[in-house]
């Protein structure tokens, strides 16, 4: 499963981001393997997305190796259940920003909310890359690529809120994102939990910017379904 991994860094964001990526090997695990790392406009944390093939494992994770590397303040979690992703439109803006976006709903709407986020028909500046049940101090949470804050927030304002069900959406721009994870498993991974094949007209693109961990630079070159590591 996906587990969104809150890491609340005790010094300046910018050497707290860089030492995630250089101590990223130490930080996982083969049960416990790092997809991306983003960071939220005015948020004093990073999030860094596992895909967790066992629960028990992420306890060594955050309990012992991030507190002792990289000298944290404290973590969060958030799982991310049931997650579908979206291919992207081909002839899409050049210049998109990425935002999340956090709905809240009642409980007797959530599946309903849930199935019409998947379900609606966006446009080419304003389109969603994934969604997910939250349950955390959200409901539901969707990653979305438009042109502009206003943009987002006017497709949110008249595709979103008005959905029965809804109490509350909050919009919130990623400064920058990075994949961890090789190109082959991350693309892999999409593809068993895409919302509908992509159409002549759309693609399988990955958006996030790359990096690797360190001395796997080869593993961007692997061909088979072998494990991660």
Known sequence: MMIIVRIFP???????WNRILDHLESISSQHCIPLYLSQQEEKN??????????????????VNRIPS?????????????????????????ENLERYQVALKAVSQELKNVFNRVLDLRYPKDAFPTYVAYSFGEDDILASML???????????????????GVTSVEVS????????????MWKEYKEGKYVYKPSPEQEESDFLGRTTLPDARDRELETSNSSFW
Request: hydrophobic letters at 40%; proline letters at 7%.
């Open 10 to 16: 005790s010094g300046n964001l910018d050497e707290a």
């Open 45 to 62: 944390f990073m999030s860094l997305v596992y895909d967790v093939v066992d629960t028990d494992f992420l306890y060594d994770i955050l």
């Open 69 to 93: 590397v990289l000298q944290t303040e404290k973590t969060r979690t958030i799982t991310l259940l049931k997650p579908a992703f979206f291919p992207a439109p081909r002839n899409r803006p």
């Open 146 to 164: 438009s042109t502009s804050r206003a943009r987002v927030n006017q497709f949110v304002k008249e595709n979103l809120e008005p959905l029965k």
């Open 173 to 184: 721009l990623i400064n920058r994102s990075k994949r961890v994870a090789p190109a082959l």
